[in-house]
Structures are given as structure tokens and as C-alpha cells.
């Protein structure tokens, strides 16, 4: 009872709240008790680090999209200079014809198989089903903002609409598998591969969507060698069998 | 101690303008380096695109949150960064930990130091965020608002509360997520400089 207290006095101060004498008992003793110090610091620190992540969210994403263009512009660009130089290499040994051949098979083969693996693109097998939520009669707004939100590629709000979603019901896997597919889409891997594994550990009708999309996680994140084990362990009769083969196909 | 920043803020102020003009200087002096770094120790080109990003997003929210002031050359402090991220990354994918092949070999004490405040803010907002994901119900949806709206008073309307009721909840949520956050078995290794 007593940490809840003070942990509205720390709240009162963040907010310039308090009055003269107890905001003069509160620094008297931020100076005297380092404990307290501690817990006021971290506090704020907690407080101030989420706020700013949240609310520049769309500032962040902004700064994301430059980095992606310049990447794009300054490494693809040397990326594709280099098997030009080790063409030139291959010319100057022309006078061993046997040898010539022989690389030349092999760097043809070798470019094939890059160029095979560089065509394989998440956005062309990330094709997700539609979320349909909600059923006639019901009016839980949540639900059909999530819906909307999802049908509508807008992942962010999806993302946070399903959450709420799961705080009524955590135990929903239908809602959890779509949490997943909008978290891989903002690139935040780590959480929803850890989602899609749970699934897939369990025994629901959702466990191979699961494995499904946990294998296209792999792809977006380009982990080929994590992308072929997880692709290669879906049963024939998944509806996405067809896509995860041609994906194999190339890795 | 006010701390004097060097001529390089320049590429700290761009991150936090996003401006792609001097972001793309940035990109064409200090990206071959770390292109280096990592195509020479098992990662390919799109390794180290990610990393750069990643290095880059990291020091514009502790430029933004924590008013990073860069007071030694961006070269080396970056591929510090850079460097520890990617063998970070190698350690997770499970490839043993290489041998680096240095592609700077003069780093200061100055810039070590500024790297692992830079290392440890990172490490200490993942917790963080981390936390208020496993912190779940009533609780992360008032600070999910509280954060992303940050006027008190615009919550409790928004919830059909009373002003006080608002502020009363946020402050007991946060302060049970600051426990979490120090009870946690990584908090303690991750003490600011």
C-alpha cells in the first residue's frame, strides 16, 4: 500500500502536480534516500522512453523508409559491381580452355543460385487470408477494427486491436496467429516468431498456418537456412503447400 | 558536466531531421566499412544493410530520448556499434564467435565508452518494452494510451474516468512495470555509465 502511494507522488511530480510543501518534502528526499532516488529515476526513465516510442512512432517509420532508399541506393549498388570484377578474372584466363569452362560453369551456377535465392521476395508469397472476426450480432468494436484494420493492410492499428483483444481472451490462437502475421509485417520478428513456435508446439487447427507464416518470417528476415527447415516441415495437405514448395524450390 | 560535441553531430541531427542529404553522405563515407565487417565474417550485403539501419534507428531514439551529444568522430564510435550488433547476431543464429577482421584499427577509450552507453541504452529500452508486453491487460491498455496520447486528462475522457482515477491507475500500472523491469535478471548488468 505504501509503494502505491508513493508511486502517485512520483506520478504527481512527473506531472508538476504537487503542491509547494510536499514538492519540498519530495526533493528533500530524492536527496537524502537513494533508494528512492533510484525508484523515482527509473520511473521516469520507464515512463519517458515508452511515451517517446509511442508517440514518434510514424516520425520513426519515416526515418526507416530513408535508411531503406539509401541502403537500397549505396549497398545493392556495390553488391552488383562485384561479379563484374570476377568476370574480368575469367577473361585473362582464356588461354586454359578447360579451366575457363569449368568456372565458368560454376560461376554461372553460382549466379544462378544467388539470383534464385535474391528473387525470392516475402511480399510475393505473403498473400494472408482475410480476417473475418466478426459474426452477426456481434458489436465488440474491438473486434471490428481489427478486422477492418487487417483487411486493410494497416498492421499497426491491427496490431494493437488484436492485443486488446487477447487482454480479453489470451487464449483465442486465431488471434494470436494474426497478432504474428501483423508483427512480421512491421519487422518485429523476434516476438512473433516466438508467437507462431507456440502455435506450432500446440495441437490446434491453426498450427500449420502457423508454420506457414513463420517460415515467410524466415524469408522476410532472410534467414534461407531457418526458412527451409521450418518450410520443409509442412505437411502436404497445408493449403500452403504448393507456395512452400516452390519457395524450397529455389532455397 | 555539459558535454562539447564534435563536428560529426551533424550526422546526429540529421537521424533526428530525417535528412536524407546528409544521411546519404553518411551512407556513401562510413558504409563501406561495415559492408567490409560483415560480408568478411559469414553475414552477405542485406546482413549488413540491417545492421546499419539498425545501429542508425538505435542512436536516433537515444538522441531523441536521452539528448545523445556524439563528442568523439562518428566513424569508429559507428563501426564499434556495428560490429558488437552484428556479433550479437552471429552468437543468436548460433555461428561461433570469428575472428573480426578489423576494418578500423585506432578506437579511443572515448569512443569504447560512448558505444557501450549507446549499447546499454538500447539493451535497457528492449527491457522495457519487453516488460510491458508481458505486463498484459487492463494494465498495458492504460499505459498503451497514457504513452501514445500522454495528456492525463485526454485519457480519462477517453476511458469515462475521472481525472484522478486516471493518473491513480497509470501511476500503480507504471509502478508495478518498474518492478518487473528491476526484478528482472538482466537489469542489474545494464547500469548506465
Redesign the interface.
Known sequence: MK??I???I???YL?KELETEALLNFEKKLKENVDFAK?VA??I????????????YK??N???N??????A????N??KVIPEKEVKVFSLMKYSKYLVAASLVLFASLVWMNNDKNSLNYNDYANHDTLELVVRGNNNTHLLKAEKAFNTQNYVLAQ?EL??LL?ED?TKVELQLYLAICLVEQNKFE?ADSILTKIIKGNTIYKNKAIWNLGLSKLKQ??YPSCKTVLTSLPKSADDYTQAAKILKKL | MERKAHQDQIYIEALLNNDSRVLNKLYAKYSGKIIGLVTKNSGSYDDAQDIIQETLITIYHQAKEKNFILTCPFDAYFYLLCKRKWLNKLNKKGIKAVTILEEITSITDEQEILASETEIFEKRSSLFEEKLIELGGKCKELLDLAFKIKKMQKVAEMLGVTYGYARKKKSQCLGKLTKMIKNSSSFNSLTTL
Request: hydrophobic content about 30%; overall charge negative.
Open positions: 509503494k502505491e508513493e508511486y502517485l512520483i506520478e504527481k506531472q525508484e527509473l520511473y526513465e520507464v515512463n519517458n522512453t515508452l511515451t517517446s516510442r509511442f508517440s514518434n516520425e520513426e519515416d526515418l526507416r530513408t535508411l531503406e532508399d539509401l541502403g541506393i549505396h549497398i545493392n556495390i553488391e494493437s492485443e486488446l487482454q489470451a516476438l532472410k534467414d
